[in-house]
């Protein structure tokens, strides 16, 4: 009987139960904020029923529970509590999503792989090759091939002889192209350097010419060769207005011998020449026989004069390190300068030493300056001022105590006030020089006309420091003489003073010296008359009568376009532009560069020839360079 009575409560509260779920699940139904139809997510309405819906969640009953009433809330954004309970309570049950099919139209992807044809694999390895400085022999390595292979399984993989030939025949490709582009520039300079490694020597050549349209510079590598080989082969040798290069001693004496002769660049013959032509002439006269030869056999004999060279241009950055290095150190001829100069640098370049042979010390110095130090060379004159600065910076921005902690830690005597004073003295003199070495080093927007107005406002500034310098004017006077000794003689060169007064930021603004200006602007007028062409060629009797009637014209047009580019008071780069033979000059005279540009050319040169590729040959070497730096001249897609 009281198991009859238990199962008959149990029927009882059960139907209630039923009864309770089926009107509250009424209910949600027609509560507007509840979905009439749509369960959010579908593949669960067979399992779980809506009863409430709140902000951000629903509370649904589990239909597989019953009789017994299971609620369980889940979020809006994720079913996952359901498919959790499913798992647990509903083994056998199977809780897949199957999405619904949408109205919306959906995008097609195409996941077969894209073919690329064999030519652009090809050219896609070259490019890879050449821009990434790599070794011929990457086109044999497996992981290379199995790569490729992955990437596009039909494709054939080239050998290396097949690479290097491809890499030959695009360097001609290239060689075509520059050609055609300098052929349409009137006016070419060169730069030419020197690169000594590995028991190898390389000579760099870079040329340079300006958009008459725009007036911007176009910068080309050519090659690693003779010089004189490499102006015939890119047919530019009547173009060469200069050639800049270092101060060495082998560019000095070439250039003596070979290159142009005018009154800055005069060239002299060995001495040997003289005395063996009096030799010759000696035998000749005590020669009783005659002897004919064919004339052919004598001109085919290479005497050596056939070579032709360029105007000389000196590199001014060279010629800036020397003085701030050579000549700075006529200096110590002043006993006190050289008493504070080295104790002060003594005990600078024992924090130096200290900070690049230890990485604790590098480390201490950065926690206890803020900076780390910088460690001068012998190669880099402006390191050494760059280390100095730094020296200063730190005590100017964490005080005098920084530098003594770190001198402290590193058992290193510190810096007195005096040597303190020197320093920053010193920093104060070379910040000049190093500004200028930037400016005359840049590789783009530089010219020759801004050579002497950067000359100029060194020297002015160094004037202006000197008065109040206590421990350093010996150092000064020693820079100013070694300035004077070095670019006296370019202060003299017409075409050098016309080239900054034809630079729109300059004009006649960069020195008072009226002797200066005055050659300089008799040469433009010079240069302009005959550059204006003759007028009134059909003259009448009249101007018969004067015989200099053209050169008076020409004469007056030249003044009157000069006179009205100077006082324009425009300085954009486009100026020049408004005046057709000012442009036309302003073009000749800016081309050349004050200093050497084969930076870019040696850096990537050694990049290129690394210690692994040190047997590489001459010919797969160049090419490979001129590639690299002269993209833009050929198509790699």
């Known amino acids: ?109 195409d996941m077969s792989s894209k073919q690329v044809s064999q030519v652009n694999i090809n050219k896609a390895v070259i490019k890879f090759v050449v821009e990434g400085l790599q070794p011929f022999s990457v086109v044999d390595l497996q992981a290379f091939k199995d790569l490729i292979q992955d990437l596009q399984p039909n494709a ?63 910068s080309v590598a050519l090659a690693s060769a003779a010089l004189n080989e490499i102006h015939a082969e890119y047919q530019i040798h009547d173009k060469i207005v200069r050639t800049t290069t270092d101060n060495g001693s082998n560019f000095l004496k070439a250039f003596r011998i070979y290159g142009d002769q005018d009154e800055n660049n005069n060239m002299t013959y060995p001495e040997e020449l003289n005395n063996s032509g009096e030799g010759d002439e000696e035998e000749i006269q005590e020669e009783e026989e005659v002897n004919f030869q064919e004339v052919a056999s004598v001109l085919d004999v290479d005497d050596g004069f056939d070579y032709h060279l360029p105007k000389h241009q000196r590199c001014a950055c060279h010629l800036l390190n020397l003085v701030s290095t050579v000549d700075a150190l006529k200096a110590n001829s002043n006993e006190a300068y050289k008493k504070v100069s080295r104790a002060s640098f003594s005990k600078c370049h024992a924090l130096w030493n200290k900070t690049g042979r230890s990485a604790l010390a590098a480390e201490t110095i950065k926690d206890a300056c803020k900076l780390q130090l910088i460690r001068p060379n012998a190669t880099r004159w402006n390191l050494m001022f760059l280390a100095v600065e730094r020296i200063v910076r730190i005590v100017k921005e964490q005080g005098e105590g920084a530098i003594r902690d770190v001198c402290t830690s590193f058992k290193i005597p510190m810096l007195n006030p005096t040597e303190l004073a020197f320093l920053t003295e010193y920093s104060a003199i070379m910040s000049p020089m190093a500004k200028a070495f930037d400016i005359l080093q840049a590789e783009t927007n530089i010219q020759m006309g801004w050579l002497l107005p950067t000359l100029t406002q060194l020297k002015t500034k160094l004037d202006q420091i000197k008065p109040s310098l206590k421990f350093s004017k010996p150092l000064v006077d020693a820079i100013q003489l070694g300035l004077k000794n070095l670019f006296s003689e370019i202060f003299e060169d017409p075409e050098l003073i016309a080239a900054a007064i034809l630079l729109p930021k300059f004009k006649t603004l960069w020195t008072k010296d009226e002797t200066v200006l005055k050659k300089g602007l008799d040469y433009i007028n010079l240069e302009m008359e005959t550059l204006h062409p003759l007028s009134n060629l059909h003259a009448t009797s009249s101007d018969d009568d004067d015989f200099f009637s053209s050169i008076k014209s020409n004469a007056q047009e030249s003044s009157k376009e000069l006179e009205g580019y100077l006082s324009c008071c425009a300085d954009h780069t486009s100026l020049p532009k408004t005046f057709p033979s000012i442009c036309k000059l302003y073009i000749r005279l800016n081309t050349p560069l004050p200093a050497s540009a084969a930076v870019q050319l040696f850096s990537t040169a050694g990049l290129l020839f690394s210690p692994r590729r040190a047997r590489m040959d001459s010919s797969n070497f160049e090419n490979q360079l001129l590639l690299k730096l002269n993209r833009s001249f050929y198509n790699f897609e």
């Open 1 to 109: 009987c009281f198991y009859l009575f238990y199962l008959n409560v149990c029927v009882s509260r059960w139907k209630m139960t039923t009864k309770t779920g089926d009107s509250a699940a009424l209910a949600a139904r027609n509560d507007p904020e509840i979905p009439d139809r749509d369960h959010p997510w579908p593949y669960l309405k067979d399992m779980f029923e809506i009863t409430e819906v709140k902000v951000d969640s629903y509370r649904l009953k589990c239909l597989l529970c019953l009789p017994r009433v299971n609620e369980i809330s889940a979020f809006k954004t994720s079913p996952s509590n359901l498919r959790k309970h499913i798992e647990r309570k509903h083994p056998h049950q199977k809780c897949h999503e199957n999405p619904p099919a949408s109205t919306s139209k959906q995008l097609k992807l």
């Open 156 to 218: 054939t993989i080239m050998s290396r002889p097949t690479l290097r030939s491809s890499i030959a025949e695009a360097t001609k490709s290239m060689k075509k192209k520059l050609i055609a582009s300098m052929s349409e520039a009137e006016y070419i300079t060169t730069t030419t350097d020197c690169w000594t490694t590995r028991r190898r020597s390389f000579i760099g050549i870079t040329a340079h010419w300006l958009d008459p349209d725009s007036l911007d510079r176009h």
